[in-house]
């Protein structure tokens, strides 16, 4: 009878985990994981990159701990929405930050839309339990709770650390997407060892100081790079939309009572139709159009929420090339913002984190409460993402209650 009770009673258990799902493990993390957080954001570093060259640092990094080798970003694949997503472990539809700029329909022009973040970031929350975060050169953050410092690199590492002491120490380096843009994906061996070697120094710099076995990283990208020469599928698309009787607005000087669309090219297309200007039929016949170019895809309203983006932010209908395809060429040597951009590289190693493994699955929403759970903080609500179980070592039982 006692063993038909314990059977039971562990049945219930795991039924109640299956249905409470991965947040049941998040809920409250009472154990403190890692004395400090280094999160290390490498735009546009895209996954290839840690087979395609020598990155020593970066590599001992990933085989001492757990290297998600294909993450997904989110939709677009460009900067202000990722690393928003990032810092707050929410979707753009919930952020609200949908793009590099948006169109205001209540101001009728573009604008940028960085102090629209409509939920918390992690310094904020840290803030909230007397952590301290520092940030290096990171564009989001400043007046968020965050102690600032204009640049990246080993020696404001070296300092903040000294200073400080922080829990959570955010790392930007944007040397990698600058050259992507100018040289292309291709030619990054220069600035990628340039990268590899500061964070062998800051690696260095932790173990002398005794603080290295108590310190958790976190290597992330944004989103990855294309090149910029592939085959165009739509080079002359707002011109060809003009002459098919659309106004496009791409500036706020050419917005008039008249126009009809106003357009942001950012690797995709993202066209907001302006209010009064479209009808249901006319809408219809505006996507028609669209459709019919060859190799890309055409998103409205479901399409976009499928993809957790706010039609209303992003833009009501985007136009992205299909994989081997871009819209137009642009000026430089790679680009990003179509859908084939959204894989990210992502790796997390040292305290707190399982060695030894490789994954295939993880996603940039899933950072923010990863570093929570790490720093012994709850997880909030509004935050999409999971703690990744496969990477994170948890309480006592609950691994193996899991099945993992």
Known sequence: MRIG????????????????????AQAKAKTRYAQRVVLVLLDSFSPHYMAMYDLPNLRKLANEGVWYARAQGVFPSN???????????????KTG?????????????LRSPLRDIRVPTLPEILAEHAL???????????????????THGPASFIEAVETHDPDL?????????????????YKMLD??????????????????QGKLESTAFIVASDHSMIENSLPETAPRLLADLREAGFSVATTNQEIRPDTDLVAITAGSIFLYCRDGRFDQERFDQLVAWLKAISNTDVFTEADLRARHADPYAVGDIVVAPRPGYVLTKGGGG??????????????????????GLVQGRGRTVDIAPTILHLLGLEIPQHMDGEVL????????????????
């Open 389 to 404: 179980p496969d990477a994170i070592q948890l309480p006592p039982g609950w691994r193996r209650l899991l099945g993992l």
């Open 191 to 208: 600035v990628l060892s340039k990268t590899d070697r500061d964070i062998g120094e800051i690696i260095d710099y932790l173990e002398r």
């Open 169 to 185: 120490l955010i790392y930007l380096d944007m040397d990698v997407d600058t050259q992507g843009h100018r040289l292309g994906p």
């Open 334 to 355: 790679g680009m990003h913002g179509v859908p084939e951009t959204e894989h990210t590289t992502l790796l997390l190693s040292g305290a707190g984190v399982q060695k």
């Open 79 to 93: 900067t202000t929405a990722n690393h928003t997503s990032i810092l707050t472990g929410a979707y753009p539809d």
């Open 132 to 150: 301290v975060t520092v940030e290096l050169a990171h564009f989001l953050l400043e007046g968020r709770n965050a102690i600032s410092y204009k």
């Open 97 to 109: 930050i949908p793009n590099n700029s948006r169109y205001d329909r209540a101001l009728d022009r």
């Open 5 to 24: 009770i314990s059977i039971l009673g562990l049945t219930v258990c795991l039924l109640l985990l299956t249905a409470l799902g991965p947040c049941a």
